[in-house]
């Protein structure tokens, strides 16, 4: 490869990366988002997150595992840590620390 060829694919993966982001800012600055879609896109985070964090935690080598998962048990802690303290860096430091205290045993 050469440097040519690589500034090429650096530039152009910049280029389809940057559109999807620049353009719905350069359509919504001057419009104003209907109410409706404004409700339905608070959702997206929560859906997106939910989606990852299930595959992450259910879902090992393609299979579903639910018996003898400890990520499960990393997962309500961090629930309840998360439920409680409403601190995010708490929750995290919680589900590090408790699936690498679990892996352990």
Do not use: C, Q
């Amino acid at each position: 490869m050469t440097k040519m060829y690589l500034l090429l694919l650096i530039f152009s993966l910049f280029i389809v990366a940057y559109i999807p982001r620049v353009f719905p800012m350069l359509y919504f600055t001057h419009r104003k988002v209907p109410a409706w879609f404004g409700e339905w896109m608070k959702y997206i985070p929560v859906a997106l997150f939910a989606s990852l964090a299930f595959k992450d935690v259910f879902i090992t080598h393609e299979h579903l595992d639910i018996a003898w998962n400890i990520k499960i048990v990393a997962m309500l802690l961090v629930i309840g840590v998360a439920y409680k303290t409403r601190s995010m860096a708490l929750s995290v430091l919680t589900g590090l620390t408790s699936v690498f205290l679990l892996s352990m045993i």
